[in-house]
């Protein structure tokens, strides 16, 4: 480990079979999870299952790699010449930024640069410091810390911020595959444009220019290269970022005629008719539904029409955002969902304006919310999604969240926000509330791969469930829930399918999960609990009393199964991980049908 470099030792510390427990033996011993047959090299073997144009645009880039690093091809992206941005700094966004993590901001203050886990002092040079990994180098270069630094709001803040882009800007005149690789860049350019405000007014002429100069190429490279490897989510990113440099630099209007053109496109593509995002993470959908308000900000400050369906598209996707949230503002932490500021929530569906719709199912997306009284619960019951969108997907088809009054009772483990490790480990059906055959998961995770410019992301999944099935009912204010997906149905001939219902009043939440098909082998019904609740089993193993962190107690009945408490893991704001509990039913799985009902019921009061 060089001197200075400090690494987070939680996922040292912390041994990853607390998120994955261990399992009931079945008559037939256990088998690995994610070993298929006929999958001999399933890498190789989902290559030709990606979409044609993202082979295509990989391999581009890659070809393209000696010509970007020219002389002359750094000449060619031009200069402009000393300016203004052409955009008033005294409107939203650039007035009301998003919210921030003010203890990084103060951090970076003292000197202290922390990024995935790792933390270096006073790095020299700034960029690539000796024994900095890849993950801290890209966290210093989305310049997402400036966000921080603002708000930290303490004195010298502002001088700091401008010092450290000027620093960056100087260490990196010419492109370098990493720090220049699209998704990189597009976060970059947006927030310095975002924040360029802030920075101007901070700064002399020389740093003014500086910043535009830079500013310019890296958006004409960006506009020349995209798409650049990205699908999806990220590709749509790209492009807001280049149309907000379109809407502020001088001479942008290529740019943004270019950035018109895909996200006329894209936006459809991937928007869902019910308004979810067809990658289906609570938190991609967060993400993009917050740049899309930035767009229309700038869009109205320079005062240009909005590109079609841009506010309808806000408007619907945070009606999605606001059904997928929590009481208390977090979202459910379904495919690559970490926790996050709460704030967050809050802020983008203030800022999304128009009426929020008060939806209760998202039938293309796959996702169900049952809400009576003060008790929640929400239900992934989609499909995964196609390959090339399924970075973010976790094998976690039919888990569900409950909470009461915005306090937390069952959970699924969440993401780590950069401990590609622990991503792997929480991609699991184990790490899901949500039952489980042998140990094997529900989709086939692939292993994480190197990422366009390097870098690793998570490998996308395989073999995954093709048949979900949805149906809600309601009367007189009791939901019902019949659900189903054929996850196990190559490996083991099973179907699992699951029958939820919610009481008017919220306090009694009933489950059946039945295994239709050959028996012989083994399932775990799982329960992770928030790291807040308190439990204990009663009953002879029967029964299972819980303590919410508000006060209240809720009791689970089981019937079908043998009912025990195993520790788990949920990881924290920031990547801490917690430990806490899980209530797991075993047993083994009989011919034809094996069925196992559960009841979550209040307690009465509190004590």
């Not at 193993?541 to 089981?558: E, N, T």
Request: hydrophobic share 40%; charged share 25%; proline share 6%.
């Amino acid at each position: 480990m060089a001197d200075g470099i400090t690494r987070d030792p939680v996922s040292e510390q912390n041994n990853v079979e607390h998120a994955v427990p261990p399992r009931a033996g079945g008559r037939h011993g256990s088998r690995p999870g994610n070993q298929r047959p006929h999958l001999v090299w399933p890498r190789l073997q989902m290559l030709f299952a990606e979409p044609a144009s993202l082979l295509i645009s990989r391999a581009r880039r890659k070809l393209l790699q000696p010509l970007y690093r020219s002389g002359p091809y750094r000449l060619s992206l031009g200069r402009v010449g000393p300016g203004d941005f052409l955009t008033p700094f005294d409107v939203a966004p650039f007035a009301t930024p998003w919210p921030a993590d003010s203890q990084a901001g103060q951090a970076l203050l003292s000197g202290e640069f922390r990024f995935s886990g790792e933390t270096i002092r006073e790095p020299r040079p700034l960029s690539r410091p000796s024994g900095a990994t890849t993950a801290w180098r890209e966290g210093l270069d989305r310049f997402d810390w400036l966000n921080d630094l603002r708000a930290a709001g303490a004195p010298g803040a502002q001088a700091a911020a401008v010092e450290l882009t000027r620093r960056w800007l100087g260490e990196n005149l010419r492109y370098r595959e990493d720090s220049w690789r699209g998704d990189i860049l597009a976060a970059r350019l947006r927030n310095l444009l975002l924040n360029s405000g802030y920075l101007s007014n901070g700064g002399d002429a020389g740093f003014k220019a500086l910043l535009m100069g830079s500013l310019y190429r890296q958006a004409a490279h960006l506009g020349r290269a995209l798409p650049d490897g990205l699908y999806g989510a990220a590709l749509l990113e790209a492009v807001i970022a280049l149309m907000l440099a379109g809407l502020m630099l001088p001479r942008g209007e290529r740019l943004l005629v270019k950035g018109r053109k895909i996200f006329g496109r894209e936006l459809p593509r991937q928007l869902l008719a019910d308004g979810g995002h067809v990658e289906r993470s609570p938190q991609a959908m967060l993400d993009l539904l917050m740049q899309l308000i930035d767009l229309r900000d700038v869009f109205t400050a320079a005062r240009r029409p909005l590109p079609d369906s841009l506010q309808i598209s806000i408007e619907t996707m945070a009606s999605v955002v606001l059904m997928l949230a929590h009481g208390d503002g977090q979202l459910a932490r379904f495919n690559d969902t970490a926790e996050r500021d709460p704030r967050l929530v809050e802020a983008a569906l203030r800022r999304a304006g128009g009426r929020l719709r008060p939806l209760n199912q998202l039938p293309l997306t796959g996702f169900q919310r049952m809400e009576c009284a003060r008790t929640l619960v929400l239900v992934d019951c989609g499909a995964p999604p196609r390959h090339g969108l399924d970075a973010h997907a976790h094998a976690g088809t039919l888990a569900f969240e409950m909470s009461v009054d915005g306090d937390h009772l069952i959970v699924n483990c969440g993401a780590h926000p950069w401990s590609k490790e622990w991503q792997q480990v929480q991609r699991t059906s184990a790490a899901h509330s949500t039952l489980i055959v042998d140990n094997v998961n529900s989709s086939m995770l692939l292993p994480p791969r190197k990422a366009i410019g390097g870098g690793v992301k998570m490998g996308g999944i395989a073999l995954k469930p093709d048949i979900v099935t949805s149906r809600r009912e309601e009367t007189n204010g009791q939901i019902w829930l019949d659900l189903s997906h054929n996850g196990y149905e190559e490996g083991f001939g099973l179907i699992h399918r699951r029958r939820l219902y919610l009481s008017a009043n919220g306090e009694d939440f009933m489950g059946e999960d039945q295994l239709v098909g050959k028996g012989g082998n083994s399932f775990a019904l799982r329960f992770h609990l928030h790291p807040a609740v308190q439990v204990s089993i009663t009953q002879n193993g029967q029964a299972a009393l819980m303590k919410l962190a508000k006060g209240s107690f809720w009791r689970m009945r089981v019937q079908g199964g043998e009912l025990a408490l195993a520790e788990s893991a949920a990881i924290g704001a920031g990547g801490r991980v917690r430990r806490t509990q899980q209530l797991v039913i075993m047993g083994a799985i009989e011919n034809d049908r094996t069925e196992v009902k559960w009841l979550i019921q209040r307690e009465g009061g509190r004590r």
